[in-house]
């Protein structure tokens, strides 16, 4: 790697109003204001990784609803989990372990989406 000129491997959102699409209520959940003061992500900035990080968040220091905090944990840290798995890899270089760890994610945020559909007061839209 030269001095000037330096090789970086990593993972982006290419279109970020896709996760918004694919994931509308974990979307709501991960991005809709709150009563304390969480810097707000402009649209254009929300990917994959921002979501699996906000919901992460919000897990942990309890600024979920109710019915998500019961029946959600286990798939966020699932999702991160792989996120932690994804990162690891691209600091290794490693393409075909990165990819499986995106599979993971994509695979993860499907299953908490579907799970926050059946929620009674449903976040995000259909």
């Known amino acids: 790697m030269g001095r000037v000129l330096q090789v970086r491997v990593s ?7 896709e996760v918004e699409r694919r994931w509308p209520r974990l979307s709501a959940l ?23 990080a906000h919901l992460a968040d919000r897990l942990e220091i309890g600024l979920l609803p109710d019915e998500a905090l019961r029946e959600l944990p286990e798939g966020i840290t699932k999702a991160a989990a792989a996120k932690a798995r994804l990162e690891a890899a691209l600091a290794e270089w490693n393409a075909r372990a990165a990819n499986t760890a995106t ?5 993860a945020l499907d299953e908490l989406e579907g799970q926050a559909k059946r929620f009674k007061d449903q976040p995000g839209r259909d």
């Open 30 to 52: 991960a991005f809709s204001p709150v009563a304390v003061k969480i810097p707000a992500l402009p649209p254009e900035t929300r990917g994959v990784l921002e979501l699996v």
């Open 103 to 107: 599979d993971e994610i994509e695979d």
């Open 11 to 17: 993972a982006a959102t290419f279109d970020p109003v």
